[in-house]
């Protein structure tokens, strides 16, 4: 029997339409909520069957949602600032939780590459909203990896290398695209960073990167560490790149499940 049912609406909020996907267990063990937040080029199909496997690992319901300007979510209308991310954490990601979560269910955010910094902003402006903040290969900083990463995306974009693109984000995907690597190699974001936002982190968190990741090094996770006030691991793998859940799928799974298993004991420990 499948242990899963999903809802896939999508939720007008003021002029914005975002699409979402509602993953439900059988039984799940209490009703805390698994919210999954994609990568810059990310959508809901791209986390393949990641959300659906963390979600019966764990037997807690989840939420994976595309934001503006990606899948079946409304188009970007404004070009980007340098506090695009900071727009997603805490003006867009609020309204959705907010409409769909109810105020006494904690959250634990797994957040990929864009959507691990998201999931950092979210949870050090929110901690109250927070259980745990998981998250792969997030950036606190603009690395001079990251630019030199992008550079041979815009290639391959270029010459049609990642067409693939198109089947999740339709007419969209110029525009996403070109809104991510342009803001990225942008001047004025060469010094971004959100380590000042996030000094308030006061969750438990887990930070994962893998050592071949083309966009960040491990400075990215011992600046996330420095910013924590509260039980950190950080996990740096060998082999690895840039989409740990997909190509380590079960170390990561089982990572997961470790360390918010740890977590509740230490929380039951204190109270």
């Known amino acids: 029997m499948d242990p899963f049912f999903y809802i896939m609406p999508l939720l007008q909020i003021d002029q914005l339409t975002l699409h979402y996907q509602s993953i439900r267990v059988e039984n799940p063990v209490d009703d805390r909520l698994l919210f999954f937040l994609h990568e810059a080029l990310g959508s809901i199909p791209q986390w393949r069957n990641f959300p659906e496997e963390c979600c019966?690992?764990?037997?807690?319901?989840?939420?994976?949602?595309e934001r503006q300007g990606h899948g079946k979510s409304s188009s970007l209308i404004e070009e980007r600032t340098d506090r695009y991310l900071h727009d997603y954490a805490l003006k867009?990601?609020?309204?959705?939780?907010?409409?769909?979560?109810?105020?006494?269910?904690?959250?634990?955010?797994?957040?990929?590459?864009?959507g691990g910094s998201i999931a950092l902003l979210y949870a050090a402006k929110y901690p109250e909203r927070v259980s745990a903040c998981i998250t792969m290969a997030a950036h606190?900083?603009?690395?001079?990896?990251?630019?030199?990463?992008?550079?041979?995306?815009?290639?391959?974009?270029?010459?049609r290398?990642?067409?693939?693109?198109?089947?999740?984000?339709?007419?969209k995907?110029?525009?996403?695209?070109?809104?991510?690597?342009?803001t990225w190699r942008r001047d004025s974001f060469k010094s971004w960073s959100i380590c000042e936002d996030i000094t308030t982190l006061n969750v438990p968190a887990m930070a994962i990167?893998?050592?071949?990741?083309?966009?960040g090094t491990e400075r990215q996770l011992d600046l996330i560490q420095k910013s924590s006030t509260s039980i950190f691991e950080k996990q740096f793998l060998t082999g690895c790149g840039h989409h740990p859940?997909?190509?380590?799928?079960?170390?990561?799974?089982n990572l997961i499940y470790q360390f918010v298993s740890r977590t509740e004991q230490s929380t039951a420990h204190v109270g």
Do not use: M
């Open 209 to 215: 990167q893998g050592k071949n990741d083309q966009y």
């Open 92 to 114: 867009e990601l609020p309204l959705l939780i907010n409409e769909l979560v109810p105020p006494a269910t904690k959250l634990i955010l797994i957040g990929h590459s864009d």
């Open 173 to 182: 995907t110029d525009r996403l695209f070109y809104a991510w690597a342009d």
């Open 56 to 65: 019966k690992r764990l037997r807690l319901n989840g939420i994976v949602y």
């Open 140 to 159: 606190v900083i603009n690395e001079p990896e990251t630019i030199s990463g992008i550079d041979p995306a815009v290639e391959a974009y270029q010459n």
């Open 161 to 171: 290398k990642l067409d693939k693109l198109i089947a999740f984000h339709g007419e």
């Open 245 to 253: 859940h997909l190509e380590k799928a079960n170390e990561i799974l």
